[in-house]
């Protein structure tokens, strides 16, 4: 009777684990970066069909928007910016750090 308790709630917990699938596209990059893989994730997750990349000139920083902006939507109102972990440059001034890992840093700031 243990092993059928034990069971049955492995498969609740299991199941609030995989609440929301969220499927990506095909010219997702995966990084190998915990914290901007988790940002790609979360802003196709809350709804971004497209996700706006760019390098801020003369760096080495992206910049990743979500392409429509939604003021219901907090993850499409900011811009994020993510830099090689270690980097010496200096991200945009008014970013808040969102996370970082050994092989990035992202930061955040409302969309101008």
Request: glycine share 6%.
């Given at each position: ?28 990059a ?29 760096t080495k ?52």
């Open positions: 009777m243990n092993n059928l308790y034990s069971a049955m709630l492995f498969v609740i917990f299991a199941m609030g684990c995989h609440a929301k699938q969220v499927h990506l596209n095909t010219d997702t995966i990084v190998e970066s915990l914290c901007l893989d988790g940002l790609v994730v979360n802003l196709y997750s809350s709804g971004c069909e497209s996700i706006r990349r760019n390098v801020v000139p003369f920083i992206v910049k990743l928007e979500c392409g429509t902006q939604d003021s219901e939507n907090p993850w499409s109102t900011k811009s994020y910016y993510a830099l090689e972990q270690g980097s010496l440059e200096a991200p945009p001034d008014g970013v808040m750090l969102m996370c970082m890992d050994p092989v990035a840093v992202v930061v955040f700031k409302e969309t101008e």
